[in-house]
């Protein structure tokens, strides 16, 4: 609340000076302001300090930054898990502004404080919510929503640190030089907004890719404790006791061991976690540019399983089950021309391969690396049956949305949408009613469309908006579902009772009848009955009235 005051009269000294006021203690009136006690002239002082804003807001910045992008990795849905952090993290930052007030007249001390703690949480947090995530599955016992909880008391420790830093900044460089209290803020904004500008580019084009999560996180929180301490200990060193310095130096050199041991052992910890996530059999773990790709087993006899971005995409005796549902359905009918959107792994590929009459098979996926493992990883091109080397099958590297931009119409007979389950964010836009209709256009009199809608049991109201998309693009659809053997098959990470299904959505311009090409190769999984009872049950989870995703409105 702010107080009323009068004007002060001609003369009389302004609000900042030794008389009381937002910048210090209030000083008997009439006494003198102590002057600056700095090792440094004024002017090389507020530079330092200002320096210091830079260096603090870039850090901030890629704390949050980290925050995001390991929620989005962990438990999908980067929409939600952005605006978990940030609504939380800026409503923080105001409860820290407030405490800080009663920390002014302890500013470097305070300060100091608050920068060693800062860079322990902020460079600590990506690796605990990974070791939550690795060893506990249920978030330490805590339930399906564990992570999220520890994401939130990260977020809010965090916010709390970084709003205290600007009252306790702004108390500092006033004490180098009195000045306008809106001179002040402007230069101390103006430094902490280009930092967030070089810390928020420096995370995605430096950090991210040469670093990683772990020590990209980590390394940020070092420098942001060096530098705390540094301009505290050197700037302000004579503000505080000898006591107080021993102790600031000592809290810095244990975060800087916590921070440095830490880093030594990522690569330890990240195995550890690997082995605690996928088993001990993984033989292949990579970031693309695109997602993080695993591949466990697939050798000497074991099965293959492939994880992508943490979800099990196929494996065991369930890796000819899902792609076979996919696809056989909409290979009955005319299929010389095929298009395939995803499927960067050829499984679907396979099952279009082993139809009589493919003429061409044109492949659209985003992961470039995906496909290179593909063609040339033994076990998933033992699994794919090398789908890559045959000369009917062309891929293209690109987004399956501008793709199907660029497709004349009645280009295929037989369109699959082999991507990503639907709940997740960033490929919301080719689970909408525009993409439909995209897809619409390019399929040929007769021709049909075939789209994996995730599952069903776990995620019924995403699946019945795909389906509700799909009509709303013209199509007429024939839902279906196939229940997994093997518990977990596609689970999301963070829950407790992954999904058992996968549900399918059939469509067509014309109201299309699901079944099994007689002429086709012979049934695995989905025999005509199967197929069938899949019909049934997806019947009983419908949910009506559901409206259609967009892209300016999506609804997963």
């Known amino acids: 609340m702010i107080e009323p005051h009068a ?42 300090v200002l320096a210091g804003v830079f260096v603090c807001a870039a850090c901030g910045l890629v ?12 438990m999908g849905d980067s929409v939600t898990q952005a605006s978990v952090v940030l609504s939380v993290m800026v409503f923080a930052m105001g409860l820290g502004s407030l405490a800080a007030k009663r920390l002014r007249g302890l500013a470097a001390a305070g300060f100091g404080a608050v920068e060693a703690l800062l860079a322990l949480v902020g460079g600590g947090s990506a690796m605990a919510l990974h070791a939550v995530f690795a060893w506990s599955g249920d978030g330490g016992g805590t339930g399906p929503d564990g992570p999220r909880g520890l994401l939130v008391a990260f977020s809010l420790a965090t916010g709390l640190l970084i709003g205290a830093e600007i009252p306790l900044l702004m108390e500092l460089i006033q004490r180098i ?25 420096a995370f995605p084009f430096l950090l991210l890719p040469l670093l990683g999560q772990l020590t990209g996180a980590l390394l940020t929180g070092a420098v942001n404790a060096v530098v705390g301490c540094a301009l505290v200990c050197g700037l302000f060193r004579r503000d505080l006791t000898r006591r107080a310095r021993r102790l600031l130096l000592l809290a810095n050199v244990v975060v800087l061991a916590l921070l440095a041991t830490a880093a030594l052992l990522a690569d330890d910890f990240e195995r550890a976690a690997r082995h605690a996530v996928y088993g001990g059999d993984v033989r292949v773990a990579l970031r693309s540019g695109v997602q993080e790709i ?16 943490g979800r099990l995409r196929a494996g065991g005796p369930d890796g000819r089950r899902r792609p076979e549902a996919l696809v056989r359905p909409a290979m009955a009918g005319p299929h010389a021309r095929v298009l395939v959107l995803g499927g960067g792994d050829g ?34 091109s033992a699994l794919n049956r090398h789908a890559f080397g045959d000369r009917r099958v062309r891929v293209t590297i690109d987004d399956a949305f501008g793709r199907l931009r660029a497709t004349p119409p009645a280009a295929y007979d037989v369109i699959v949408c082999d991507l990503p389950d639907p709940g997740i964010t960033a490929g919301a836009k080719l689970y909408s009613q525009e993409f439909y209709g995209l897809a619409r256009r390019a399929l040929a009199p007769g021709g049909r469309l075939v789209v994996h809608a995730g599952p069903v049991a776990a995620g019924p109201r995403a699946f019945w908006t795909v389906e509700a998309s799909v009509r709303a693009a013209g199509l007429r659809t024939a839902p279906y579902v196939l229940g997994a053997r093997r518990a977990g098959h596609g689970a999301e990470p963070g829950r407790s009772r992954p999904p058992g299904d996968w549900g399918f959505v059939l469509a067509s311009r014309t109201r299309p009848r699901p079944r099994i090409d007689p002429d086709g190769p012979r049934p695995g999984a989905l025999t005509p009955a199967a197929l069938r009872a899949g019909i049934r049950q997806v019947r009983a989870t419908r949910i009506g009235g559901l409206p259609a995703s967009t892209l300016l409105h999506p609804r997963y």
């Open 7 to 48: 004007p002060a009269p001609p003369g009389s000294p302004p609000p900042w000076s030794d008389s009381g006021g937002m910048a210090g203690p209030v000083e008997p009136v009439g006494r003198p302001a102590d002057p600056p006690r700095l090792p440094v002239r004024p002017g090389t002082g507020r530079f330092l």
């Open 63 to 74: 704390y949050e930054l980290e925050l995001v992008a390991v929620a989005s990795y962990l």
């Open 177 to 201: 030089r009195r000045q306008d209290p809106g001179g002040a803020v402007a230069d101390l904004f103006a430094a902490d907004y280009v930092g967030a500008l070089v810390g928020g580019l």
């Open 294 to 309: 695993v591949l466990a087993g697939g050798t000497r006899g074991r099965p293959l399983d492939l994880y992508l971005d």
């Open 347 to 380: 499984l679907a590929v396979r099952e279009v391969l082993r139809h009589r009459g493919v003429e061409r098979i044109d492949v659209v996926e985003v992961d470039a690396e995906m496909i290179r493992l593909a063609r040339t990883d033994p076990g998933l």
